[in-house]
C-alpha cells in the first residue's frame, strides 16, 4: 500500500493570493493526480501530474491558475493561483502504482478556505 | 464519455437496519469500478473494488456486485451501525493506462442510535 501525506491539511488564504499544496508518498508510484471537492460536491480531477513534464489538465481547469510540478517519483505540488472565495475546497492528492494491483490512494486532502 | 450517477440522499436509517446505495455507470470499455467512504472531517478512503463483471468487493460488511448487464455497482450492507455514518462515492476508472477516476456525486448516510 501507499501513504500520501498532504501539506498543509488546512489553511485560510486572503483573496488574490497564491498558496502551493505538497503531496509526498511513501513508496514509488507511477501515476499521481490532483482532485478538487467543492463544499458538498464531489470529486473532479484537475490534472495528471507527469514526472519531469508539463501535468495534462483537464478541460476547464488551467496551468496559469493550477500550476502542478511532480519533480520525481513521490512528490508532486499544487499551486492554487489569485485565489478567489470560489476555489475554497478540499483539494486532494491521489497515486497509483502498478505493483498495488491499480489501488487508486488519496491524501486526506487540503482543506482552503479563502476569505 | 465516462459518467457515474449516484442515488440523491441524503440517507438516514436505523442502526440495524439493510441499506443500499444504487450506483449505475456509463462508460466505454470495461472500467474498473470502486466505492470510496469519507467520514466527517476526513479524507478519501477505499471501501471496496471490483475490476470486471460479475465481480463482488467486500470488506467491512459492505458489500458490491459489478453488474456489464445493468451498468451498476450498488452498495449494500445487511446491519448499518452508527459508526458507518459517512459520505460514500462511487466511481469508476478507465484502464486504458490512465487510472483517472470519475466520481459520482456522493450520498450523505446519517446512521441514528
Known amino acids: 500500500s501507499a501513504v500520501i501525506s498532504q501539506k498543509p491539511s488546512r489553511d485560510i488564504c486572503q483573496r488574490g493570493t497564491s498558496l502551493t499544496i505538497q503531496c509526498q508518498v511513501d513508496?514509488?508510484?507511477?501515476?499521481m493526480f490532483w482532485y478538487r471537492q467543492q463544499p458538498g460536491q464531489s470529486l473532479t480531477l484537475i490534472a495528471t501530474?507527469?514526472?519531469?513534464?508539463?501535468?495534462t489538465y483537464e478541460s476547464g481547469f488551467v496551468i496559469d491558475k493550477f500550476p502542478i510540478s511532480r519533480p520525481n517519483l513521490t512528490f508532486s505540488t499544487l499551486t492554487v493561483s489569485n485565489m478567489s472565495p470560489e476555489d475554497s475546497s478540499i483539494y486532494l492528492c491521489s497515486a497509483t502504482s502498478w505493483g498495488s494491483g491499480n489501488t487508486i490512494y488519496f491524501g486526506e486532502g487540503s482543506w482552503l478556505t479563502v476569505v | 464519455g465516462n459518467s457515474v450517477t449516484q442515488m440523491e440522499g441524503p440517507v438516514t436509517l436505523s442502526e440495524e437496519a439493510f441499506l443500499t446505495i444504487n450506483c449505475t455507470y456509463t462508460a466505454t470499455g470495461y472500467p474498473s469500478l470502486f466505492w470510496y467512504v469519507q467520514y466527517p472531517g476526513e479524507g478519501l478512503q477505499l471501501l471496496l473494488k471490483?475490476?470486471?463483471?460479475?465481480d463482488k468487493g467486500s470488506n467491512k460488511g459492505f458489500e458490491a456486485t459489478y453488474r456489464k448487464e445493468t451498468t451498476s455497482f450498488h452498495l449494500e450492507k445487511g446491519s448499518v451501525q452508527v459508526s458507518d455514518s459517512a459520505v460514500y462515492f462511487c466511481a469508476l476508472s478507465d484502464l486504458q493506462g490512465a487510472q483517472k477516476l470519475v466520481f459520482g456525486q456522493g450520498t450523505r448516510l446519517t446512521i441514528n442510535p
Open positions: 501530474a507527469n514526472q519531469g513534464s508539463e501535468a
Open positions: 513508496s514509488q508510484v507511477t501515476m
Open positions: 471490483a475490476t470486471k463483471a460479475d
